[in-house]
């Protein structure tokens, strides 16, 4: 037979707070990973070739006018930066497939292949020469930036 314990235990005191804050904190972190994961998947989907293009051309003006500022003017600074912008120029309107049919798009894209064809025709061979062919550049590119970039 048994026999009733003596000194019954007294309930515990204090609840179960601590254990549900724990669960929440765990909960939380798990939530903030999978967001973080999330986003980062919607990004990745994004298509980052329009932006693409438009840094390296940037970039590539950027060197030619590193070049005009430390007098380094000559065709072989000059050129292979007027020859990768050609190339990228090819690159505006499969860049922009939403822009592709607009006249004004078409329009400056070609203007800007029309002015770095004639750059590679006839190189710059002086600083005056490669100030006055960034100056037409960026013109082209102005005149597109005023009506396509928000």
Same mark, same amino acid.
Request: charged letters at 20%.
């Given at each position: 037979?048994?026999?009733?314990?003596?000194?019954?235990?007294?309930?515990?005191?204090?609840?179960?707070?601590?254990?549900?804050? $724990? #669960?929440?904190?765990?909960? #939380?972190?798990?939530?903030?990973?999978?967001?973080?994961?999330?986003?980062?998947?919607?990004?990745?989907?994004?298509?980052? $070739?329009?932006?693409?293009?438009?840094?390296?051309?940037?970039?590539?003006?950027?060197? #030619?006018?590193?070049?005009?500022?430390?007098?380094?003017?000559?065709?072989?600074?000059?050129?292979?930066?007027?020859?990768?912008?050609?190339?990228?120029?090819?690159?505006?309107?499969?860049? $922009?497939?939403?822009?592709?049919?607009?006249?004004?798009?078409?329009?400056?894209?070609?203007?800007?292949?029309?002015?770095?064809?004639?750059?590679?025709?006839?190189?710059?061979?002086?600083?005056?020469?490669?100030?006055?062919?960034?100056?037409?550049?960026?013109?082209?590119?102005?005149?597109?930036?005023?009506? $396509?970039?928000?």
């Amino acid at each position: 037979m048994s026999t009733p314990d003596p000194m019954p235990t007294a309930p515990v005191k204090g609840g179960h707070g601590a254990r549900y804050l $724990f #669960l929440f904190l765990i909960g #939380l972190v798990i939530g903030v990973v999978a967001t973080v994961m999330a986003l980062r998947a919607l990004h990745a989907r994004k298509d980052h $070739f329009p932006e693409s293009v438009m840094h390296v051309q940037q970039w590539h003006m950027g060197q #030619l006018k590193s070049s005009l500022e430390q007098n380094r003017c000559g065709p072989t600074d000059s050129l292979p930066h007027v020859q990768s912008l050609r190339t990228l120029a090819n690159d505006l309107e499969p860049a $922009f497939p939403d822009l592709r049919d607009d006249a004004r798009f078409g329009d400056a894209a070609s203007k800007l292949r029309a002015t770095l064809d004639a750059a590679l025709a006839s190189p710059p061979l002086n600083c005056a020469g490669v100030q006055a062919l960034m100056k037409d550049v960026g013109g082209a590119c102005k005149a597109c930036h005023q009506d $396509f970039r928000g």
